[in-house]
């Protein structure tokens, strides 16, 4: 059962990171002052609304494997 979960994370890690870089990128071609028009405001709040969801995202891993890392404990 174990590898299957793991199958499952790596099918699903690759998917859904390729999908958020490839948003990413298509959120980076907002910069493009020829196509848009915004402020540095404007920026600002984007560049802050991902800061924050990539800081949650990395909590929410910190926090899985330090539970992990304390489950782990055996004698001998």
Wanted: cysteine-free; charged content about 35%.
């Amino acid at each position: 059962m174990e590898r299957d979960k793991r199958e499952r994370f790596v099918e699903l890690g690759e998917a859904r990171v390729r999908k958020a870089t490839q948003m990413l990128r298509l959120i980076g071609n907002l910069s493009n002052p020829s196509n848009y028009e915004y402020t540095q405001e404007d920026a600002q709040k984007i560049l802050s609304a991902l800061d924050g969801e990539l800081k949650l995202l990395r909590a929410k891993f910190q926090a899985a494997l330090a539970r992990r890392a304390k489950d782990d404990f055996k004698l001998g």
